[in-house]
């Protein structure tokens, strides 16, 4: 990812540099395909002649009765891995700073997760994948060493109409089955589920500074324009990715925030929502909502 | 903007932060509204604009440098402080020796500064996001969620603010925006109701507690040693315990009054009172009460909401269809 947030998207998410100190390699890459037990897994979902496939879902029932009543069908759980060695960079104890090199690298290994999750529902011939959710784990195994896991259940239009945004690719989206319905009923279709992130070093205080403001509640412009500028950097590059699918906005934003292994001054700004397009006909209206009362105790 | 540590005041004295002019300039929209509330929104007839959010970082110390404090003077005599606001209560010691090395008092007072940093904190941050709603020619900010944090380094906390920003179809555009911790049915419930949203109005009041005496405290040896164990005894006529009610009460009430004064001839709705304490030292409390809500304004009568209907839920409503 370049320094200037200028329209960057995720092709433009670099790579691990070859040959830096610090970067974050991966070691062996992956066949192109899906792994091998993956695609058993899967071939045992699909109907074919002689099997009679089934399909898997983390859905509730709830879910799964409100994704049938908006016209689709799950095909079966989809999961994408990576685990990725997250490399260092040097900081400046006193310079506020985006750390370049860590931020491709979170923004990489979770969109291989991601990918590879795309893959599985390209493979069931999904229109898309709702109920995403992205996790991050470490092992004890491995320093430095994080799995980057995407999850969620595949699904198919019944009419035969696709959903694929144009990218050719499922459509993705955090969504439940009970916001997926009720977004449906808006005229809203999900393209995809996007986000932006950034690592950022927030400089330690001088002790001159420190003095200076000993005893005294003022406010730090330093730490407030260095925070600023992360976030805005993780939300500008969400909003580049639904630009790139073409969306007319996105719900449910969410602003995450977390220091990981890296200690308090080092912050990664995640940035995530769910990119939608209007493709509500002429004089589409949404259902009113009814009032009622509950008689459970 | 390019954030260092070593210069002073880069953020704008007016205005939103350059980075957030560049997202705010971007094609689509972002709305932090689930979906429900963002149907809820389209039903009103709102339309999401953007994603907005202010922030402010204060350094933040529990104690004043310049004499906030108080102190004792020769002869125990407890010099009040220097900025102790609308609220000062003072005990007397029960067995009568005063010196200097003796703390002869209990005593409530008002933290000033500490309200002061939290109304510049909050403000800032608020203007900050509404700065960014009015860049995007917003009627409203809806949702809003505002938040105080420590952050790293300690003795800092951060002011956070964040909503969406709407417009309105054809509606007059109130200058500053409206802003409004709800959304969704409960902001459209609001609108049945026959009320506006304003704006947010929030307010904390921190009351100091020194609750402690020495004669006292070793008198109550027996009592296992606690100030708090020393004042179950029951030795003082004025404990920290009733201290305590006495100083929590005066932060409710001081906040109460505030947010009066914020709110006009309006109402103050889904209104939310915190309080929590916390304890600097033995028998040495900080005490903070923030009360925030909606302000609204009446702009018709009443009109009766259609008669619910019954319903019987035939699952956990957790992840359930029903409500």
Known sequence: MTDAPDGTGRSQVPGPAAGDEGAVARQAPLPEGLPPDANRRLAELEDRPGHKGMFTSDLSVNEFLLIKEVGFHPLGFVMGSSIYHLGIQTR???????????????????????????????????????????????????????????????????????????Q?????????????????QTGHVPLGLVMGTCVYHIAHRGVGQ??????????????????????????????????????????????????????????????????????????????????IISLDG | MTPTAGAEAELPEEGIPEAATRRLTSGAWTSGLSVTDFASCLDMGMQPLGYVQGYAVMQWSWFMATGGMGGFGLGGTWNAPTRHG??????????????????????????????????????????????????????GVIGIIDEMRPLAGGGTVEFRASGTAVRVADAPRPQPPFTTYLSGQRLAKLFEAGFAPVSVAATMASVRMLGYCITHYQLAGAAGGSWYGASAGGASGVGPVDQVNRAEAAARRLARERIRTQL???????????????????????????????????????????????????SDPVGGIAP
């Open chain 1, 92 to 166: 400046r104890w006193s310079q506020s700073q985006e750390l370049t090199k860590l931020t491709g690298a979170m923004y990489e290994a979770r969109q291989l997760a991601m990918d590879r999750m795309d893959a599985e529902a390209t493979e069931l011939g999904a229109d898309g994948v709702v109920g995403v959710r992205l996790d991050v784990n470490y092992y004890e195994w491995g320093s430095d060493t994080a799995e980057f896991i995407a999850v969620g259940t595949a699904v198919k239009s019944e009419d035969g109409r696709s959903y694929r945004n144009r």
């Open chain 1, 210 to 291: 420190t003095l200076r403001n000993a005893g005294r509640n003022v406010e730090l412009p330093n730490f407030t324009q260095a925070l600023y500028e992360a976030r805005e950097l993780a939300m500008t590059r969400m909003q580049d990715e639904a630009n790139e699918l073409d969306a007319s906005g996105i719900v449910g934003v969410r602003l995450e925030e977390k220091t990981h292994m890296w200690g308090d001054h080092t912050i990664e700004f995640l940035s995530l929502g769910t990119a939608v397009a209007d493709a509500a006909t002429a004089g589409h209206t949404i259902p009113q909502p009814q009032t």
């Open chain 2, 264 to 314: 006009g001839a309006d109402v103050l709705h889904g209104a939310t009172l915190e309080q929590f304490h916390r304890e600097i030292g033995e028998g040495d409390l900080s005490i903070q009460c923030t009360l925030k809500g909606s302000r609204v304004r009446q702009f018709k009568a009443f009109d009766p909401l259609p008669e619910p209907r019954p319903v019987v839920r035939l």
């Open chain 2, 86 to 139: 609308q609220y000062v209560e003072q005990w007397r010691c029960p067995h009568g020796f005063v010196s200097a090395e003796h703390r002869m008092y209990g005593m409530n007072y008002e933290l000033t500064w500490l309200e002061q940093s939290w109304a510049t904190g909050w403000g800032l941050a608020m203007q900050r996001m509404i700065d960014e709603a009015s860049e995007l020619e917003a009627t």
């Open chain 1, 168 to 184: 050719g690719k499922p459509f993705t989206s955090d969504l439940s089955g009970q916001d997926f319905w009720v977004l449906m």
